[in-house]
């Protein structure tokens, strides 16, 4: 497995503002991904953060809310722009690691809530 | 297109069994389990590659029958740590990386 973390833990923003969250592993990584889980609910495929090129989204997510940068293979970012309380929400990256069988791992999460 | 699990909670006593279902509408081409504890993300259990082929964690093991499109995960004498939410994932389409989740299936087990 790797080590993952993401910054910030948890943030309580205003409507409107954006944040960024970040997410670095301690291994070489394939594949990065950027989930979302609202509340009681399942995981859903935000985009595949890609490295030096532009990340690829699900249906149902943009990039001018949601852009992504990877400018190396251990670290991400997702920004959430102009917030609104429906993007209250624990965002999370994944990642598969090298010469694993597709096996994925998740970091510890990013709550957010916005007022 | 989502995997289907079922049931959508089950509750248990300490050392009973249970089995969690994952089906899908699509050729799969691998099944990822996953356990979620409430407030923590979740943690990879296993991954299924090949179709009739079972892998085991502790005393959690799971099928995989590539005909049928389903897969199951099987906790054999269950303990407390096993409570939480128990995803499958599968990929939407080809080998991508690309999991697409199940709803869930919140396993409690009581003493």
């Known amino acids: 497995s790797a080590v993952i973390s993401q910054k910030p833990s948890r943030d309580i923003c205003q409507r409107g503002t954006s944040l960024t969250i970040q997410c670095q592993v301690d291994?070489?990584?394939?594949?990065m991904f950027w989930y979302r889980q609202q509340p009681g609910q399942s995981l859903t495929l935000i985009a595949t953060?890609?490295?030096?090129?532009?990340?690829?989204?699900e249906s149902g997510f943009v990039i001018d809310k949601f852009p992504i940068s990877r400018p190396n293979l251990t670290f991400s970012t997702l920004t959430v722009s102009n917030m609104s309380p429906e993007d209250s929400s624990i965002y999370l990256c994944?990642?598969?690691?090298?010469?694993?069988?597709?096996?994925?791992?998740f970091g510890p999460g990013t709550r957010l809530t916005v007022t | 297109q989502q995997p289907v699990q079922s049931p959508q909670a089950v509750i248990l006593r300490e050392g009973e069994d249970a089995v969690i279902n994952c089906s899908s509408s699509?050729?799969?081409?691998?099944v990822h389990w996953y356990r979620q504890k409430h407030g923590e993300a979740p943690v990879f259990l296993m991954i299924?590659?090949?179709?009739?082929e079972q892998k085991g964690h502790e005393k959690i093991s799971a099928s995989f029958n590539e005909k049928k499109q389903q897969s199951s995960l099987y906790l054999t004498a269950s303990q407390l740590s096993y409570s939480g939410t128990y995803f499958c994932?599968?990929?939407?389409?080809?080998?991508?990386?690309?999991?697409?989740f199940g709803q869930g299936t919140t396993l409690q087990v009581k003493p």
């Open positions: 994944s990642v598969v690691l090298s010469g694993s069988n597709y096996e994925q791992y």
């Open positions: 953060a890609n490295q030096g090129s532009e990340a690829t989204y």
């Open positions: 699509k050729a799969l081409y691998s």
């Open positions: 291994s070489q990584v394939t594949m």
């Open positions: 994932g599968t990929y939407g389409s080809g080998n991508t990386g690309k999991l697409i």
């Open positions: 299924l590659l090949k179709g009739g």
